[in-house]
């Protein structure tokens, strides 16, 4: 029995996704062998990889002046590979919003002269800095932000004042809502959270920003290295690419990135609308800032929140835990979480609450 599964990431997949990659695992198009098993070189994988590529730009609308990157190394690989390829002055400024924007500042630090724009961490990074407020440094390379933050659940509804360019981590919400790919520079995202299992990461990236990279880039991070070569300069993360592949499809089937945020809005709607009705739960996020994808609350105290996990787990909602840094649940609501999902949480919440109040 499938379970609904809440989890940060890696985290669930599309089931028609999962039954297709099943169906096809011993037999590939009649190759007689898995995708996973054969030349990233050959006919049937570069067809996966040039596909894949091709209804990414299309679902995210990229312009052409864009490239698309497949690469490994995660989005904590992308920390050291942003400012190793974009600085030319030799400075960025970033924005701290959570955890990871803190880890993407600290990498960043090695290579450059990095400044702290903003930061919501004196309040537990429970909102989003006022963008009317944030001015920059002159001369800076570009400007890193953290779209969607999946520990704290909280989300850029503005974008950052400045004619730097625009950097942004998408890792847990890219493909979540439509986004104007053309307002950044530089967009990267983990694949493990709302695309596909762990070990690809997308890079989508202005074509005029490469070709500048430190002379002390490792080839494997160097854009321009990876672009010239359709992302396959190396052995690629073929199976991450194949998955993505498939669930760019369904995610097509559905109606493309508008409807699903359609679908996202009315899932986060429902979830956060019981919580503000409860005294039992809370959010702690400002509300304007609140993320669609990851949702924290809390009971009214920790040893209630243990037991909520533990009873969740039994009744089929699986990895609730909060980050530990955040404590408390966390509910991530990715693309393939089906509303049900969020129905059965909801249900199970009013439980609780009777049964605990
Ligand atoms: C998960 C996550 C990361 C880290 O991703 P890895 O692929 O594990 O390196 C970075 N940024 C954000 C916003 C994330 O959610």
């Known amino acids: ?3 609904f599964n809440f989890a940060a990431g890696p985290s669930t997949l599309p089931l028609p996704v999962l039954e297709q990659a099943q169906k096809e695992l011993l037999d590939y198009n009649n190759t007689g062998m898995s995708i996973i098993e054969m030349s990233h070189r050959g006919k049937p994988f570069m067809a996966v990889n040039d596909e894949a590529n091709q209804l990414l730009r299309e679902l995210m609308n990229i312009p052409d002046d864009y490239s698309v990157l497949f690469v490994q190394g995660g989005a904590t690989q992308q920390f050291a590979a942003v400012p190793l390829n974009l600085l030319k002055n030799g400075k960025a400024d970033y ?3 959570g955890n990871f924007a803190a880890k993407a500042y600290e990498e960043g ?3 450059g002269d990095m400044a702290i724009a903003a ?10 800095p006022d963008m009317k407020d944030v001015k920059f440094r002159d001369g800076i390379d570009y400007v890193h932000t953290t779209y969607n933050n999946t520990i704290f659940g909280t989300r850029y509804t503005e974008l950052p004042k400045t004619d730097a360019t625009l950097v942004t981590d998408m890792s847990s919400c890219i493909l979540s809502e439509v986004v104007d790919v053309s307002k950044f520079g530089l967009i990267y995202a983990g694949a493990q959270k709302n695309i596909a299992p762990a070990g690809l990461t997308i890079v989508i990236v202005k074509k005029e920003l490469l070709g500048n990279a430190s002379p002390i880039c490792p080839v494997m991070l160097n854009y321009a290295v990876q672009d010239k070569n359709n992302s396959l300069y190396n052995t690629p993360p073929c199976f991450p690419i194949y998955m993505s592949l498939l669930v760019f499809r369904w995610l097509k089937a559905m109606g493309g990135v508008p409807v699903m945020q359609k ?4 899932k986060a709607k429902l979830l956060y ?8 739960y809370k959010n702690k996020v400002a509300v304007k800032d609140r993320s669609i994808m990851n949702v924290p609350f809390i009971t009214p105290n920790e040893e209630l929140d243990a037991k909520f996990v533990s009873e969740a787990t039994k009744n089929g909602l699986v990895s609730l835990k909060g980050h530990r840094l955040a404590g408390g649940m966390r509910a991530s609501i990715y693309n393939a979480m ?8 909801i249900d199970f919440m ?3 609450e009777l049964e605990n109040k």
Do not use: Q, W
Not at 119 to 128: E, L, M, Q, R, V
């Open 273 to 280: 609308g019981f919580i503000d009705n409860s005294s039992f």
């Open 95 to 97: 924005i701290l919003t």
């Open 350 to 352: 009013k439980k609780f």
């Open 1 to 3: 029995m499938r379970v």
């Open 263 to 266: 679908i996202n809005e009315e």
């Open 119 to 128: 930061s919501s961490k004196d309040a537990g990074y429970t909102f989003i």
């Open 338 to 345: 089906p509303i049900e999902g969020v129905k059965a949480l």
């Open 109 to 111: 630090t090695k290579y």
